[in-house]
């Protein structure tokens, strides 16, 4: 088992844990997702709503996983809960998607974010560098290629080497970020509440109703996606069965905290329509107080709060494909252990230098969507791996328990299924495509299932 291996040390504490949930849940989605929420309810207050639903949801997920995660403290977060509560099978499956797909993909868009907003301040960036005469640009010609990719990848390669030289070197670049996100971040809510009210309650045309309320739901959770990642470096936290509940709901609620004052902040100068006319809702508040400079400020907390997402994505997502070859479901060499680092060297460099391929291709964006259908499965199904698990090994030692539970997990994977069913009526040919895509490692697994043999059983 991965928790089994030697050379990984438990050097993580509880405030560089909830640095990974706090980090990596506050990314772009702040900046960019109010628009698409006030297109989908129309009116503030249900707005309001939604985040606060999405929260407690998320906040759900995060007390169902601090009873898994304290459980089965091992590296690799959900692949531990999948192969404990179904079997291998289903625990390669979500370690495949998030190594060559799910992962890697976030972290090329997050790199990809950070360009955008840096041309801000350097147009040049947007600029084309150099041209491949392969079919993959728009309309099938050449690929044209920016200077920003150049730097976005570079940006991921350099945090993966900070990540290779250990894990006090990236915690410790996760938790100085972090807090500079935190306070940039508090900074915009300030500003915003102590403005003058400017924004009006008037509603704007929207579906509505249910299909409206879930239809936010959708982006507000993309918004709070990332709180799962601490749980991949379980294997490294201090004192896991008191850290990681800590650091997961701890983290969780602050987060959701933000968003709400963030939003607050918005709508306090905004009035609805102006924030469904708004690509980037923070500048342009910001715009409305300090002129051009604000919206120069937003920027830079946007390039922060990337950064940080962008630091925890490689960190924490380096130790799903380690765990995997660990137990001999994936390429040996990514459960190698830096002797002097004591971290998974080569998954992490492997990760970062995938990630900068798929930025090459510009074909990342496409690649998220269609996950979408199949990790949501996936991750209903590690929720409520807390119910197999309990039925299954009723005796095994569970230093947390599920807050509310039955009833906290069974309203978490209710909306996943919910969320599964919205992403196939309204996308099946994206859905069908990723499963199809995600079983093209069916050959792998049965391979390296056969060699691994007893181990698995």
Known sequence: MAAE???????????????????????????LVPKTMILQVGDVQTLFAVWIAGGLLSLGGALTYAELSAMMPEAGGEYNYL???????????????????????????????????????????????????????????????????????????????????????GAGVQIAATLLKVALIAGIVVAGLLAGRTGTGTPVPAPGGAAGFFGALVAALWAYDGWNNVTMVAG????????????????????????ILTNLAYF????????????????????????????????????????????????????VPYALAVDGLFFRRFARVHEKH??????????????SILILTGRYDQLLTLVIFPSWILYGMATAAVFVLRRKQPDRHRSYRTV???????????????????TLKNSPRESLIGLVLIAAGLPFYNHWRAKAGAKLA
Do not use: C
């Not at 980090?23 to 772009?28: Q, R």
């Open 5 to 31: 291996a030697a050379g990984l040390r438990r050097e993580l504490g509880v405030w560089g844990a909830a640095s990974i949930v706090v980090g990596t849940v506050i990314g772009s989605g702040i900046f």
């Open 83 to 169: 192969r404990e509560a179904y079997g291998p099978f289903f625990g390669f499956l979500y370690g495949w998607t998030q190594m060559w797909v799910a992962k890697s993909g976030s972290v090329a868009t997050l790199a990809t974010g950070f360009f955008y907003y840096l041309a801000n301040f350097w147009p040049a960036l947007e600029s084309v560098a150099f041209r491949i005469p392969v079919p993959l640009g728009d309309g099938g010609a050449d690929l044209e290629i920016r200077s920003g990719q150049l730097l976005a990848m570079a940006l991921i390669m350099t945090l993966g080497l900070i990540n290779w030289h250990g894990l006090r070197a």
């Open 236 to 259: 490294e936290v201090k004192n896991p069965q008191r850290n990681l509940p800590l650091a997961l709901v701890l983290g969780t609620a602050l987060v959701v905290v933000i968003y």
């Open 268 to 319: 306090h100068v905004l009035s609805p329509a102006e924030v469904a006319a708004s690509d980037r809702v923070a500048a342009e508040m910001m715009r409305r107080l300090l002129g051009e400079g604000g919206a120069s400020v937003v920027s830079l907390a946007a390039m922060i709060s990337i950064f940080a997402a962008l630091n925890g994505s490689i960190l924490s997502g380096a130790r």
């Open 342 to 355: 004591h971290v998974p060297g080569f998954s992490i460099l492997a990760l970062s230098a995938w990630s």
């Open 404 to 422: 509310g539970y039955p009833i906290v997990p069974l309203l978490f994977v209710f909306v996943a299924v919910v969320l599964i069913y919205f």
